[in-house]
């Protein structure tokens, strides 16, 4: 499995650490994340020094880990420092311990070289929560590559035919795509001018009439996604930066490699109008948590032909993977980098 490690990467939503253990594989590695006593997140391998059982299945003991099996106790650092049935820990008693921070509502965990793992660079998704945003968030387990959901999300023409019933709408392909490429980001802007809302805007904007539309993806390798979709009534000047006349949504997503056939995919969708709403933001909620499960259901399809099309089959690339392609080169070279 080849992954980039030296990257920040989501390990959890922030509400799934109480008082629990959660274990998660990340970048093919077994780790196991938790609060300790003063709600600090934490994170360790996920695998016992001794028999190899998950630390996982076991429990929290104020600020260590007891191993589920024979009773070994580990510290935040890792190290074995209790061993039932003995005074004295063997010395080289440990498992590994990761980076991680919290931030953004999420549990940040840096897989790679310990001493490169620098916070500042976490990428920014203040919308999940600063409080002049209302912001849905949600989680899908895919089982498929995760380039092949960061590609989905850098080539949103496929929203026309798999969303056409949320985020889809007539017009999104015959709009000309703009691509812009810097160091480890890549930029894809694309306007849809005086068409039809797609429903979920519709709904969400009272719109009556034909809408100047707008596509404007970030991308921050290797797996980081911001799209700052959103509509204003035709012929207003959005284009020109008047949105008074719209709505924008951040779409935020975030996606983490498991396996070479699985990843951990976070998102969420923050506004900033209509913030008392509840059934809005109800609304909003489920029309983004059903298309972006269509997007899973698509790459778990996509991911089965894969895995059985053989060395002979050979794909084609059309303009609208011009984002896409430029992503992956990034990719390329700081996998080449790494190893």
Known sequence: MIFIKNAWYVAAESHELTGNLLGRTICGDPIVVFRDSNGAPAALEDRCCHRHLP???????????????????????GTCVSVPGQKRVPPNASVRP???????RYIWIWPGDPDKADP?????????????WISNSGYFHVQGNHQLLVDNLLDLSHVQFVHATTLGADGVTDAPLHTYRDADQVRIERWIMDKKPPAM???????????????????????????????ANAGTGAKDGNRNEGITVYSNHTIT????????????????????????????????????GEDVDILAAQQRNIDSAGRHWEGIDINADAGVLQARRVVTKMLEAET
């Open 55 to 77: 630390l996982s299945l076991g429990k929290r003991t104020g600020d260590k880990i007891q191993c589920g099996y024979h009773g070994l106790e580990f510290d935040k650092t």
């Open 98 to 104: 990761y980076p991680i921070v919290e931030r953004y």
């Open 120 to 132: 500042s660079t976490i990428p920014d998704y203040h919308w999940n929560d600063d409080p002049n």
């Open 201 to 231: 805007f519709a709904t969400a904007g009272n719109f009556l009439g034909n809408v100047d539309r707008w596509q404007l993806i970030s991308w921050t390798a290797p797996t980081h996604v911001v799209i700052d979709a959103g509509c």
């Open 257 to 292: 490699p498991e396996t070479n056939d699985s990843c951990h995919y976070f998102w969420h969708h923050a506004r900033n109008y209509r913030l008392d709403d509840t059934e809005l933001t109800k609304f909003l909620a489920n029309a983004a948590q059903t298309a972006f």
